[in-house]
């Protein structure tokens, strides 16, 4: 693993992580901290359009494209049948930062928070089975849960939490 502290938002479909990693993120980067976000997505996706010239450039058979303008960048690396890569070697690409959230990766072995709504497709607790979950954010009341529970919507509190946690401090 990075140097770099690292925080998870782990749960289940619908279960409120990309809202929480987004509000968290917001809230980081308000206290002066540079944040980095690593998303896990578990179907295919694509970031890039049809007919657009890094598109083109990809389905010509090219193993990684980088489209940079003077706003951003952007490489896209094509697995093309190679294994997943590990979050270690996702980590190992960023730039160095105060702060990565990660949304996903369930099983990894970082300090994490799971995210908990009524509305989502499984609400079966992970904690129980997972050391690394520090803490639950809930849109219910949770009271089966050996850890801190935190309002999803408590953003605040939740960013003091992980705070604490990492031992984190303003750049």
Not at 35 to 60: L, M, N
Not at 154 to 160: H, K, Y
């Amino acid at each position: 693993m990075t140097p770099q502290p690292v925080f998870g938002i782990v749960g289940w479909k619908n279960s409120g992580k990309t809202g929480l990693t987004v509000r968290l993120t917001e809230e980081f980067t308000r206290r002066g901290l540079r944040v980095s976000t690593i998303k896990h997505a578990h179907h295919a996706f694509d970031i890039d359009k049809p007919g657009a010239d890094s598109f083109r450039h990809r389905e010509a058979g090219a193993h990684e494209v980088a489209i940079v303008s003077g706003t951003r960048f952007a490489v896209m690396h094509e697995l093309r049948g190679d294994p997943e890569p590990t979050l270690d070697d996702i980590l190992a690409r960023l730039e160095p930062a105060d702060l990565v959230l990660i949304e996903g990766y369930k099983r990894e072995a970082v300090p994490k928070i799971e995210a908990r709504r009524l509305q989502a497709r499984d609400r079966a607790p992970l904690w129980p089975d997972d050391p690394h979950v520090a803490a639950i954010a809930a849109d219910h009341p949770v009271t089966d849960a050996e850890r801190p529970v935190f309002d999803l919507d408590d953003t605040v509190a939740i960013a003091d939490f992980i705070t604490g946690l990492l031992g984190l401090t303003r750049t």
